[in-house]
């Protein structure tokens, strides 16, 4: 199961019931349509850390990192890369 498989899961377990995997695009703004509120949010990163093993610093907390399903994406992609440069580095 991909990245995003995980993610739209999560998103539609926790927030959407009613709409299935493919009725979410990748790129729906989830803050700025409502799906997610200030607290989904800290309910998402809790699950990020927690899922993905990855842990979620002050600098990430902006709100672009988490407004779609490809943004939560690239933001875990980019964070095992930059942890395996520091590990490998």
Same mark, same amino acid.
């Given at each position: 199961? /991909?990245?995003?498989?995980? &993610? $739209?899961?999560?998103? &539609?377990? @926790?927030?959407?019931?009613?709409?299935?995997? *493919?009725?979410?695009? *990748?790129?729906? =703004?989830?803050? /700025?349509?409502? !799906?997610? =509120? /200030?607290?989904?949010?800290? $309910?998402? &990163?809790?699950? !990020? @850390?927690?899922?993905?093993?990855?842990?979620?610093?002050?600098?990430?907390?902006?709100?672009?990192?988490?407004? /779609? !399903?490809?943004?939560?994406?690239?933001?875990?992609?980019?964070?095992?890369?930059?942890?395996?440069?520091?590990?490998?580095?």
């Amino acid at each position: 199961m /991909s990245n995003i498989d995980r &993610i $739209k899961r999560f998103l &539609i377990d @926790e927030f959407l019931p009613d709409v299935t995997p *493919d009725q979410l695009a *990748d790129d729906h =703004d989830l803050l /700025s349509d409502g !799906v997610i =509120d /200030s607290l989904g949010v800290l $309910k998402l &990163i809790a699950w !990020v @850390e927690d899922h993905f093993a990855l842990p979620v610093d002050d600098t990430d907390l902006d709100p672009n990192n988490f407004r /779609s !399903v490809a943004a939560i994406d690239a933001f875990i992609t980019q964070r095992r890369t930059a942890a395996t440069t520091t590990v490998g580095g």
